[in-house]
């Protein structure tokens, strides 16, 4: 199956500081990934939508300020924590949206932020 | 609006034996079911989907589930567990106007004990 993949899979930072994310789709083109966001023992919530050369589609209640999404490429996502803060820690998974006979979302192995 | 629930948190069961995963769906409308395992620290991959014909739905590792319109329900099942099934397994509904948006369910640990 499609796979798609994550950097950093752990980052620990200051707060204040801000952490970048990688989301790439290794072997097929994703004109549409998604960034998501999982607390401890929850589930996943959608954060937003991002669009190869367009601006991203955030969830209500998500500021795209301090969740910068760039998607520059048909297989690269990358979603920037600006001026991280403790209660920004969490596991972010992002996914990308694939034909391979059907349509089918692939995630990531995620990433998680822990911010001191 | 579109919403799944999965009502145990845990599910315990030796190996060997039939699991059943429970889901349940709130859907105006026809659903796009899906079901997702996660094992520690790793994103979700993908078991199974349902959108349309045959109700009982097969997938990955020997998983299935079973769509039931009346009882709004879609429970993941095996015949026979495995000690490596293991794992965090989410059930999903795809919103039906926006086919990018997924709605998760909170999740369903399942331990298969030797």
């Known amino acids: 199956g499609a796979v798609v993949s994550q950097h950093p899979s752990w980052v620990i930072c200051k707060s204040g500081t801000s952490v970048k994310i990688e989301c790439r789709s290794l072997?097929?083109?994703?004109?549409?990934m998604f960034w998501y966001r999982q607390f401890p023992k929850q589930s996943l919530m959608l954060m937003a939508t991002?669009?190869?050369?367009?601006?991203?589609?955030?969830e209500q209640g998500v500021e795209k300020d301090k969740f910068l999404i760039n998607h520059a490429s048909l297989t690269l996502s990358t979603l920037t924590v600006t001026s991280a803060h403790p209660e920004d820690s969490s596991f972010y998974i992002c996914?990308?949206?694939?034909?391979?006979?059907?349509?089918?979302?692939?995630f990531g192995p995620g990433t998680r932020l822990l911010v001191l | 609006a579109q919403s799944v629930a999965q009502p145990e948190d845990q599910v315990n069961v030796a190996e060997g034996n039939p699991l059943t995963v429970k889901c349940t769906y709130s859907?105006?409308?026809?659903?796009?079911l899906f079901w997702y395992v996660q094992y520690p620290n790793r994103g979700l991959q993908f078991l199974l989907k349902?959108?349309?014909?045959?109700?009982l739905v097969k997938g990955s590792y020997g998983f299935e589930a079973e769509f039931n319109k009346s009882q709004t329900s879609f429970h993941l099942k095996k015949p026979s567990a495995l000690v490596s099934d293991s794992a965090l397994y989410f059930c999903?509904?795809?919103?039906?106007?926006?086919?990018?948006?997924?709605?998760f369910g909170s999740g369903t640990k399942l331990n298969v004990k030797p």
């Open positions: 996914s990308a949206r694939a034909w391979t006979g059907e349509e089918t979302q692939y």
């Open positions: 072997d097929f083109q994703a004109t549409t």
């Open positions: 991002s669009n190869e050369g367009s601006k991203a589609t955030y």
């Open positions: 859907v105006s409308g026809n659903p796009y």
């Open positions: 349902y959108i349309t014909g045959d109700n």
């Open positions: 999903a509904v795809r919103a039906l106007n926006n086919f990018n948006k997924f709605y």
